[in-house]
């Protein structure tokens, strides 16, 4: 082995969350090394070659949730520049549902009739979601350790405040809070509207990347997560691998040396304390501290299982985190249209969620590992608004494919992989006549396939589902819950850890305060 060199911390992993760590740490003046083992930094946030001339978003298609407290401390503020996008629920009789902030109407302009009560409904768990993330930027309190030093005081004052705050709302709102915050967000929704494409978007919304259906119970607390930054989804230009981008160079601008093409082989522990790691090429680097935004029992298995008691490791080994989100590319020779939208809309966000029912149908046949019928579908066409990511008048349609199997039956062989594009690309059709006719290159990613390409756990984009019963104190799991992870100087700052998924960059922002916090580098 060589050992090349020596740093304060080592970050594995340059997802968004490893950068966010490494790029925190090192404008504190710590000597950072990120050590992605992929060709390029930015996870699922990256874009990818399709053909040449075309850059298409491999994974993640949308900027939403990114935390204004991260952007400011890492100067990336451009990102949450410029308008929000307009999200559109299709509907198969034209009347299509139009939603800009408070705003909703038909895609012709005339107000829809239930504005009021979704601008009340929203405006109350946006409201309450404020009150969610004030703990956020925070560690979560650490329970087990009584109140006998000031760190533990000071976690469980926010805890505290938290409580005066709902307090504060008023009986109404907090009684209203503690119903709901628990609940299943398709009996909440339609205790306010009728069923349509409108319900169908808040419900689409509060199940996406999890494990659910909208009959679910938590499904409202995931749409407060959706909405902890008021819910607004952007496109900033170059897509989200403009994104990837801002927060590698925002690593690089703070002096962190970025390694790319070689994975960590393992974490060296000694004295149950970490002293550096090995990468495969066999390179040794010598390091006080480790962040790994990798998966939990990745990243245990990486330091040693004996390091860790029993406990722990059967905690870990039974996380859930079933992966039921699949992404789809197409390349297309021309731009679909859709009847009665407008050039705005169709650059914007596009829902086919026609119903709350059809997203609590479209969940059913995962629980079995069956193939999709009428999946829910989230689509973008960013080449719309960004020409320049394909070339020669081709254009780029996104789509996120709500509840796919990981493992369908008879697997993931040429014939399954077909039937969920052709059900997808069916759906579509049925709002952008023509589409399948322009279709030059069709991408499919599967719950599967992210899992291998990232090393999310079950293809889950949080790394593990974001269920009431693993947030806050036991997420990822109770005992290890507090970045911390088990051995001196090893945190996780990935989608795993408090507060959760999305391009948020709070949990790499969060390990790496606790770190400082910890004194581990002092």
């Known amino acids: 082995m060589t050992n090349s060199s020596t740093y304060d911390v080592v970050v594995i992993g340059g997802g968004h969350n490893g950068l966010a760590a490494a790029a925190t740490l090192a404008k504190k003046g710590k000597s950072v090394c990120v050590i992605e083992k992929s060709d390029a930094m930015g996870g699922m946030a990256r874009n990818v070659a399709m053909g040449e001339g075309v850059s298409a978003p491999q994974i993640a298609h949308l900027l939403h949730n990114l935390n204004p407290k991260v952007a400011k401390e890492l100067g990336l503020g451009d990102l949450l520049k410029g308008s929000p996008l307009p999200t559109t629920s299709l509907s198969a009789d034209g009347n299509h549902v139009v939603v800009e902030g408070a705003m909703v109407r038909f895609a012709d302009g005339t107000t829809h009739p239930d504005v009021n009560a979704y601008a009340k409904q929203t405006a109350q768990l946006r409201k309450f979601a404020g009150l969610l993330g004030q703990l956020s930027t925070k560690s979560p309190p650490k329970?087990?350790?009584?109140?006998?030093?000031?760190?533990?005081l000071g976690e469980l004052a926010g805890l505290a405040k938290l409580g005066l705050n709902v307090k504060m709302m008023g009986k109404k709102d907090m009684r209203e809070f503690l119903r709901v915050v628990l609940t299943n967000v398709y009996d909440l929704v339609l205790d306010e509207m009728p069923d349509g494409p409108l319900a169908g978007m808040i419900c689409a919304d509060a199940v996406r990347g999890n494990y659910v259906g909208p009959r679910s119970p938590g499904t409202v607390f995931n749409l407060m997560?959706?909405?902890g930054t008021g819910g607004e989804v952007r496109m900033p230009k170059g897509g989200m691998g403009a994104v990837a981008r801002a927060f590698?160079?925002?690593?690089?601008?703070?002096?962190?040396?970025?390694r790319t093409g070689s994975g960590v082989a393992r974490v060296n522990v000694e004295a149950d304390k970490v002293t550096g790691i090995v990468l495969e090429d066999g390179t040794e680097i010598a390091t006080r501290a480790v962040l790994s935004s990798a998966a939990p029992m990745a990243t245990m298995k990486m330091a040693g299982i004996e390091h860790f008691d029993v406990e722990a490791a059967r905690?870990?080994?039974n996380m859930r985190c079933k992966g039921t989100v699949a992404k789809l590319n197409l390349v297309l020779k021309s731009a679909p249209q859709i009847e009665g939208l407008s050039a705005?809309?169709?650059a914007g966000r596009l829902l086919i969620a026609p119903s709350a029912e059809t997203v609590e149908r479209s969940f059913n046949p995962v629980k079995y590992n069956e193939l999709p019928t009428a999946p829910v579908v989230e689509a973008v066409i960013p080449t719309l608004s960004d020409p320049e990511l394909a070339s020669g008048g081709r254009h780029i349609l996104s789509a996120v494919i709500q509840h796919v199997p990981h493992t369908p039956t008879g697997g993931w062989n040429d014939a399954n992989r077909q039937q969920v594009i052709d059900t997808v690309v069916?759906?579509?059709?049925?709002?952008?006549?023509?589409?399948?006719?322009?279709i030059e290159e069709a991408q499919l990613l599967t719950p599967s396939d992210i899992e291998d390409l990232?090393?999310?756990?079950?293809?889950?984009?949080h790394h593990a589902e974001m269920g009431v019963d693993q947030i806050l104190t036991v997420r990822p799991v109770n005992g290890l819950a507090h970045y911390r992870f088990a051995v001196g100087g090893l945190y996780l700052c990935g989608a795993a850890a408090h507060p959760g998924g999305d391009v948020t960059g709070v949990p790499g922002r969060n390990s790496a305060m606790q770190l400082l916090?910890?004194?581990?580098?002092?």
């Open 143 to 152: 329970l087990d350790g009584g109140l006998t030093s000031m760190a533990a």
């Open 225 to 227: 997560y959706r909405l």
């Open 248 to 258: 590698e160079a925002a690593a690089t601008k703070a002096g962190c040396d970025l």
């Open 315 to 317: 905690r870990i080994k």
């Open 344 to 346: 705005a809309q169709m």
């Open 426 to 438: 069916a759906q579509l059709e049925a709002h952008m006549p023509g589409l399948s006719s322009t």
């Open 454 to 461: 990232t090393g999310a756990p079950g293809g889950h984009w």
């Open 517 to 522: 916090k910890d004194g581990v580098l002092s």
